[in-house]
RNA sequence: GGCCCCGUGGUCAAGCGGUUAAGACACCGCCCUUUCACGGCGGAGUCAUGGGUUCGAUUCCCGUCGGGGUCACCA
């Protein structure tokens, strides 16, 4: 009796893996295309962090004419969320990370290197195991959950380095005979790699983003199969990255440590290892010390937190951007209206730590990115919002479109765009005033600045209201004001008033329009009244004014 | 604790043996302007620390301190 005996008991169904091996044939690619893909379990939860990889390597294949795919990791069964995998392909889509292969739904699926769905892959995972049981190069391992407890227990009070190694492996050694006997008998069992490691022996690695970093070999019999029949992480990201031919591996630097494991199944395997990019994660500060962005703890995790407050797709993107190539954004100032397509992202130019999560400085990524777009698509993406989280302003800004557009269109496609809306949930509080419906819900305090007196007041919105003439071009609109200004007392100019604030007791001009601008907006702030007033149009206009008036 | 990685302003960061140590966000001031925003100009603020190596260290080496990761039949 012998391995390849205990190899066919174990796995008598298994296929030869040159059935595999001629299946999924070397990709026909260009030289220096990057292979890649994004691998999550189907929790339907996208993290940021996950966002942020996808991107990249969803970037790295379309620049080098490679491939993006998309891999379920649901080998285990217990984290199954129901419609995980949908919320996945949803949130991808909407990030314009479709991927090239790979899951397109629940169930289905596009590529010629699938299942793309690792339960789907069992009887894979199996035929490799077999592969390694065969030559010895794996065996099964008859403890229990409570042998290996004990056996960790004993490891930590001798205070020595845990796990299944070297003399603790107790099942490595067993005999053909041994093991068939046990199995015989019906032991339960998993699979476990024998590792050929020296932790005395350094091996040299070169990760594409960390550069050379040194680690011991590893000699842990790590499980490969486990006793549900499907694989570990481990041994399933060799043989998939092996059949599915990615030529990078990034993910998350949290498994930077399963390195030399990782690197030591390809080569028991006689596979050729992939390159791995290690990514740093996306830090927040809690008190003193930093950790990665909490799913449970922090809103701005979830993927979805920006679809809901507004954010554009666009600026999530180009934040992500700006933190792994910090070049980003010198070469979005010297191209305004590039694509982030033409940007060329560099992996050795990424950050080796996490960086913190700067929601600041992604809103203002979001204000250049939304000063960029006009009026129409300003229109569409806040429709597109509103239509899921604020359906009142949906249908205030369709009840005229073209009063619409013109607000939005305010103060826009000029040289020197406003940039004041930061996030699609900003429409509403910066365009309160331009919409009746909005203007009387909002019944928020303001205040006049320096002029304060009512009769005051009330006198400047007398006197505009006789001059007043929708016809009239913006100077000599605000000619009138001057007019009004003079008339009352004001300075007639703002330079003169400064020259002179002994001669101008009451104030300037600039005063007087802060008046017109503050009871016809509730607001010291707005883009500039003449557009305002344009839009507005008469009828609102008198009617707010003299409703002060009134008063 | 073992192993691995990292340590430039409040944040993201250029830098790779000789620099007045870029730039962006935030902050402050000024200018522009009928307000705000935009824009322009200016300001404050950083090489964790101690030893080496060197004519010269932010850059190279070692220690210390600090931070992060990892040590599952989870990924």
């Known amino acids: 009796m012998d391995y390849k005996d205990l190899a066919d008991k174990i796995f008598p169904n298994a296929k030869d893996i040159s059935y595999y091996e001629e299946k999924y044939p070397e990709r026909n690619l260009k030289e220096g295309a990057i292979v890649t893909r994004f691998a999550p379990s189907p929790t339907g939860f996208v993290h940021i962090g996950g966002l942020y990889q996808a991107t990249l390597a969803k970037k790295l294949a379309k620049q080098t004419g490679g491939v993006f795919f998309l891999r379920i990791e649901d080998t285990d069964q217990k984290r199954e969320v129901e419609n995980g995998i949908t919320g996945i392909i949803d949130a991808l889509n909407d990030f314009g990370l479709t991927p090239d292969e790979g899951m397109q739904n629940e169930t289905e699926e596009k590529g010629n290197y699938g299942p793309y769905k690792q339960s789907l892959r069992k009887e894979i995972y199996q035929a490799y195991a077999k592969y390694l049981l065969a030559q010895g190069k794996a065996y099964p391992c008859f403890c229990t959950p409570e042998d290996l407890e004990e056996m960790r227990q004993k490891q930590e009070a001798a205070k020595i380095r845990p796990g299944y190694y070297g003399v603790w492996a107790k099942c490595r050694n067993l005999s053909v005979e041994e093991m068939m006997e046990k199995i015989e008998k019906g032991e339960e069992y998993i699979i476990r790699l024998k590792s050929p490691g020296n932790p005395e022996k350094k091996i040299k690695h070169h990760d594409v983003i960390k550069g050379n970093i040194d680690f011991p070999e590893n000699d842990q019999d790590i499980v490969i199969i486990k006793s549900d029949g499907l694989p570990t992480y481990h041994f399933a990201h060799a043989v998939d990255d092996h059949l599915m031919h990615t030529t990078h591996v990034i993910r998350g630097d949290e498994w930077a440590a399963s390195v030399p494991l990782h690197l030591q199944l390809f080569q028991v395997l006689g596979f050729k290892p992939p390159k791995y990019a290690h990514i740093a994660p996306i830090m ?173 007041i009330q006198a400047i919105l007398e006197n505009y209201l006789t001059v007043y003439d929708e016809q009239d071009d913006k100077q000599t609109w605000f000619d009138k004001i001057k007019d009004v200004a003079e008339k009352l007392g004001y300075a007639r100019e703002v330079k003169e008033y400064k020259l002179n604030p002994d001669k101008y007791p009451k104030g300037h001009v600039g005063d007087v329009s802060t008046v017109l601008r503050v009871s016809l907006t509730r607001r010291a702030n707005t883009p500039d009244l003449y557009e305002i007033m344009k839009i507005l149009g008469k009828d609102v206009i008198q009617k707010r004014y003299q409703e002060i008036l009134s008063k």
């Open 284 to 456: 927040k500060q809690e008190g003193d010390t930093k950790r990665k962005l909490s799913k449970r703890k922090d809103p701005e995790a979830a993927v979805s937190y920006y679809s809901e407050i507004g954010v554009p797709k666009e600026a999530v993107l180009e934040y992500l951007l700006n933190i792994a190539n910090s070049n980003f954004e010198i070469w979005r100032k010297q191209n305004k209206d590039k694509s982030v397509e033409e940007f060329d992202l560099q992996l050795n130019k990424m950050g080796v730590s996490g960086a913190l999560f700067d929601m600041v400085k992604l809103l203002d990524i979001s204000k250049n990115v939304i000063s960029r777009y006009d009026a129409q698509t300003v229109y569409n993406e806040t429709k597109k919002w509103a239509s899921k989280y604020d359906t009142e302003l949906e249908k205030i800004l369709d009840k005229d479109l073209t009063y619409t557009m013109k607000v939005l269109g305010m103060e826009r496609g000029n040289v020197k765009p406003r940039k004041d809306i930061a996030k699609w949930s900003d429409i509403r509080y910066q365009t309160a005033y331009m919409f009746e419906e909005l203007y009387e819900q909002a019944q928020e305090e303001y205040e006049y600045q320096t002029i304060t007196d009512k009769k005051e």
